[in-house]
């Protein structure tokens, strides 16, 4: 099946922990996204790749680190200067060109205890 | 800056009846327009996605509507089910890339419950 999977579903982060949420897809896509959803708010942008090695940040990249060595993977780090980490992730992609489809995945919910 | 504008913020409707949510955006150069569901906790869904040329698309019981003139779209849903809760989201893809925002601008979400 082709799709975009992003583990682990749920996450549980101390304070002062980085973290790290996985993104795969298998798509073919050059695009991949990540946002954060919070309660009452539309999804925000925190990084997007259009292509390996290469990525730029969004509205909300502080507190954020990515890296895109495989056209497949998007992993995304939450780190200990990221202060209010505590949201619904979401990583999604697109092919390029044409009209643009967006697969999501299922989100990944990141708690700190 | 690039905007998506969803109303109502938030909408309940009994089992069988239609409701229509809203959708005004500003966003250049429009690519296109989509439309999603997502049930909680779970990642959003296509609905329908529309281009500058199409008015009307379907997907079963939702209809969709562009008008690219005065740049308002509306998702119809036709005799609602209880599993038509969840949000709906509007997307309005912008071409080319750039800026803080990318090019997928996306509205707050119109949260729908159907009670029986």
């Known amino acids: 099946d082709g799709g975009i999977t992003q583990s682990p579903k749920y996450l549980f982060r101390k304070e002062g922990q980085n973290v790290t949420l996985s993104c795969e897809q298998n798509?073919?896509?050059?695009?991949m996204y990540w946002y954060r959803q919070d309660p009452g708010q539309g999804l925000r942008l925190i990084y997007y790749?259009?292509?390996?090695?290469?990525?730029q940040k969004g509205d909300i990249a502080e507190g954020y680190s990515v890296s895109r060595e495989k056209k497949e993977s998007f992993p995304l780090t939450v780190t200990s200067a990221q202060k209010n980490p505590t949201a619904f992730y979401l990583c999604a992609s697109t092919a390029a060109g044409g009209p643009i489809e967006a697969f999501f995945g299922q989100g990944t919910r990141l708690t700190v205890v | 800056k690039n905007q998506v504008e969803q109303s109502p913020q938030s909408l309940i409707i009994l089992e069988g009846k239609n409701c229509t949510l809203q959708?005004?955006?500003?966003?250049?150069?429009?690519?296109?327009l989509r439309w999603y569901k997502q049930d909680t906790g779970r990642g959003p869904v296509s609905l329908t996605i529309m281009t500058f040329s199409e008015n009307t698309k379907s997907n079963g019981r939702y209809t969709a509507t562009l008008d690219a003139d005065t740049k308002q779209s509306s998702l119809h849903i036709t005799a609602s089910q209880l599993s038509d809760s969840a949000s709906y989201i509007c997307?309005?893809?912008?071409w080319g890339y750039g800026g803080s925002q990318g090019n997928l601008i996306f509205g707050k979400g119109t949260k729908l419950s159907v009670k029986p």
């Open positions: 997307v309005v893809s912008a």
């Open positions: 959708c005004n955006y500003t966003v250049s150069p429009f690519s296109n």
């Open positions: 790749s259009q292509i390996v090695n290469d990525f």
């Open positions: 798509l073919n896509h050059d695009a």
